[in-house]
Nanobody, 117 residues
Framework: VQLQASGGGLVQAGGSLRLSCVAS????????FAWYRQAPGKQRELIATIERGGTTIYADSVKGRFTLSGDNAKNTVYLQMNKLKPEDTAVYYC????????????WGQGTLVTVSS
């Protein structure tokens, strides 16, 4: 499975960005997409997941501001980020879960989001 993340950039606090993650390859066994982020000097943090059926879960830090949606036909998920804060500055990574079919860990290349105050 290959993951291509895009959509990062520089935005002012209070602004919005939309990230995309496109999966290719053996995608039929993907049952969950996830977005993580890693700020400088911090550990990678799970911020949102979406199952094929549409169920989403959000970390408290982004709940109410970020919305994760998916297009199963395109094997693509979108992370709409609103009301961005400087503390949202990080490299954002997408990840997929194919267990138990495939126990490998797949990551996109990361996309940088910078929120200026």
């Amino acid at each position: 499975v290959q993951l291509q993340a895009s959509g990062g950039g520089l935005v002012q606090a209070g602004g919005s960005l939309r990230l995309s993650c496109v999966a290719s390859g053996s995608t039929s066994s993907i049952h969950t997409f996830a977005w993580y982020r890693q700020a400088p000097g911090k550990q990678r943090e799970l911020i949102a997941t979406i199952e094929r059926g549409g169920t989403t879960i959000y970390a408290d830090s982004v709940k109410g501001r970020f919305t994760l949606s998916g297009d199963n036909a395109k094997n693509t998920v979108y992370l709409q980020m609103n009301k961005l804060k400087p503390e949202d500055t990080a490299v954002y990574y997408c990840n997929v879960d194919l267990r138990p079919t495939d126990w490998n860990d797949y990551w996109g290349q990361g996309t940088l989001v910078t929120v200026s105050s």
